[in-house]
């Protein structure tokens, strides 16, 4: 009896003490628990996640290991994680609105983040978050363990760390939380690494293993050497990459889409052609064997039957795709293809599919790329088109609606109501960024109208009977649709974030 007694006391010290529950290295944060830890800790990340969502079954592992990794350097940095299906309040309480959701508590003061999913990557950018932007390498022992640390590290030889050229190579450091940094005006270092004078060094375990920086040691020089030699010449677009992809300063991509397997000469082509384009453009490819590319080949208005083949992208405001001019994927026709997009010689590409018979047949009309301008454009009507995906969770909720306003307004020879599959069709007059999309184009006038009403019958008959006056977005831009990802697939997002 007296033993179960202290038992019990002990339980309830440990409670009181603020023990909490630890799943493979990562704090169990809870209603309960969650201000305790963030009071008792200078440093915490904490993971909003939902047990059924795939991008946070595919981040637990990696985020586990980056928690034992700090761990085990003895580092002052917790993870932490937080079912918000069960913890409602704390999801509300921090505005949680898509899973993972990470956020980074410093001193108890929340900050998104804002790094990659992969361990090293959280581990960087938590280091750089709560250290100096660069490691002081004071021998040539620490120098070498550093080089070894990950798979790109950037070192900054300095013989005078008060130099300019130092407080520039810093100020880089500060700026990229995704590299480790190191800096030094040790000789020894120096003589070491066959460094000869002050300069930045990006050690890498891939390709030729490392590059020197040849220019004047400015802030946006360093940024570009470290942009065009940071990745490998070849990447396989994976999950776990696309922050590193799409993060970077390199905006133009080049993609082969092949079977991975048996293609390992076409692979070391595409390979030899990146070579000419270091910095310019990065070099991709996708395994078309692997299902969850199959959303990317449908974006790029790809078929199964046309691999292996190559496309163009260029990730700026308004996302622009190409393709080449010959066909094959030789190294020759994909060096022809990317010069030729960097001189200039190149129309970018826009799907359409062929115009049905029955295009005009229902209430609602079906456009596509050929027959948009005909229809949309006409001034002689006023046109309400649906922008959609047939994958799109909301525009299947919308069809239904959308059936009701073209049969209200079937006998109005002065409305058209119609509709677009935006994945298989495109136009230069609308860039579809999210589904669906709901544009006006009135009569008698080269206005486009972004309507961001209510997607009721009511609010839709207001709209059209006001010409577009009741329900337009406030300034003509449109609103994006959120991605709470309840359904894997079923997210309105156009796919920006997987090309």
């Known amino acids: 009896m007296i033993r ?5 006391l002990a339980v309830i010290a440990r409670l009181s003490a603020g023990d909490v529950e630890e799943e493979e290295g990562v704090l169990v944060l809870t209603n309960s628990n969650f201000e305790g830890v963030i009071a008792d800790n200078e440093f915490v990340l904490v993971e909003f996640y939902a047990p059924w969502c ?55 003061n929340a900050l998104e983040y804002s790094g990659g999913r992969q361990s090293s990557d959280i581990i960087n950018w938590l280091i750089k978050k709560t250290g100096p932007p660069a490691t002081d390498l004071n021998d040539k ?18 013989k005078d760390l008060e130099s300019d050229g130092a407080k520039e190579f810093l100020k880089v450091a500060s700026a990229l939380d995704d590299i480790p940094f190191g800096i030094t005006s040790d000789s020894e270092v120096f003589a070491d690494n066959k460094v000869e004078s002050d300069g930045v060094v990006l050690f890498k375990k891939f390709d030729e293993g490392r590059n020197d920086f040849k220019g004047d040691l400015k802030e946006d020089e360093i940024r570009s050497f470290i942009a065009g030699n940071r990745l490998p010449l070849v990447i396989e677009f994976t999950q776990e990459v696309t922050q590193k992809i799409f993060g970077g300063e390199i905006k133009n991509h080049i993609l082969l889409f092949l079977k991975k397997e048996g293609n390992d000469d076409v692979i070391q082509g595409f390979g030899n052609a990146a070579k000419d384009f270091k910095g310019k453009i990065l070099f991709i490819y996708l395994d078309t064997a692997n299902e969850d590319n199959g959303r990317i080949m449908e974006f790029f208005g790809l078929k199964e039957s046309e691999v292996p083949a190559v496309r163009l992208i260029t990730l700026a405001e308004d996302m622009t795709k190409y393709r080449p001019t010959s066909e094959g994927v030789d190294s020759e026709t994909i060096r022809q293809f990317a010069q030729d997009f960097l001189d200039g010689k190149l129309k970018a590409h826009l799907m359409s599919e062929e115009i049905p018979e029955d295009w005009d047949a229902k209430p609602v009309k079906i456009l596509v790329g050929k027959n948009f301008k005909e229809v949309a454009l006409n001034k002689d009507k006023a046109v309400f088109v649906e922008f959609y995906a047939p994958w799109c969770g909301h525009c299947k909720q919308l069809a239904p609606i959308w059936d009701e306003l073209a049969e209200a307004y079937k006998d109005n020879d002065k409305i058209v109501i119609a509709k677009m599959d935006s994945t298989a069709n495109e136009v230069e007059e609308v860039k579809v960024q999210s589904f669906p999309t709901l544009k006006y184009f009135p009569a008698n006038s080269d206005k486009v109208i972004d309507y961001n009403g209510e997607r009721t019958l009511a609010g839709f008959k207001k709209f059209l009977d006001s010409d577009g006056q009741e329900g337009a977005a406030a300034g003509g831009e449109p609103e994006e649709e959120e991605d709470d990802e309840e359904e894997e697939g079923e997210d309105d997002e156009k796919p920006r974030d997987e090309l």
């Open 54 to 108: 795939g991008h946070c079954k595919a981040l637990a592992p990696e985020y586990s290991k980056a928690a034992k990794k700090l761990s085990e350097d003895g580092s002052k940095i917790k993870l932490g994680k937080v079912d918000a299906t069960v913890e409602s309040q704390l999801a509300e309480k921090y505005q949680v609105r898509g899973y993972p959701t990470l956020k980074f508590f410093k001193n108890g």
């Open 4 to 8: 179960l007694v202290l038992i019990t």
């Open 141 to 158: 022992d620490a120098a070498s363990a550093f080089r070894e640390k990950q798979d790109v590290v950037v070192i900054g030889f300095f």
